[in-house]
């Protein structure tokens, strides 16, 4: 992974800058899907957290984050699937105005892009009945003959 030099206040103001923006972006629509992509606060989350109450590292985070932007770009022109992985997962899911956990279909969807000289893959979940959502954001940390396949890795955590 490349190591980017940043200061806390620098970090905090890309922070809620890009907060700022994500929350202006709702859905755009994904050509591949025929559905749009919801951008909701789950894939913020995501990419702030790795999993529930464990932290993703500033350095992750802040290149994450200031990538996030292409994308809404990536999915728009998305006219090919690159990487599904589907099974049945414990979810958290809303019943009757409450949380609780129940196995459900859930089903991650990838897409690689090449934007502003980034290589990108754009993870979209999908859990049970609900719509699409945006999950997450992988930048190519390594370029090489090696790329590690979606079925091979952990797309609730990466």
Known sequence: MTEVS???????????EVEESYQKIGEVPC?????TVSFNAMGLDHIKMKRWNHARNSN???????????APEILKKSH???????????????????????????SYH???GVLSGCRLRIVVKK???????????????????YR??????????D
């Open 60 to 70: 992750d985070q802040f290149i994450r984050l200031k990538l996030l932007h292409l």
């Open 31 to 35: 050509p591949y899907l025929n559905s």
């Open 148 to 157: 590690k396949k979606m079925f091979e890795g952990n797309p609730e955590d």
């Open 6 to 16: 940043f200061t806390k206040e620098e970090f905090d103001a890309m922070k809620s």
């Open 110 to 112: 990838e897409f690689i």
């Open 127 to 145: 859990v049970g009945d609900s719509p699409y959502y945006f999950w997450s954001i992988i930048p190519y940390w390594k370029q090489g003959t």
């Open 80 to 106: 090919t699937l690159q990487g599904l992985d589907q099974g049945n997962r414990m979810e958290r899911v809303k019943v009757n105005s409450r949380w609780e956990s129940r196995m459900v279909l859930v």
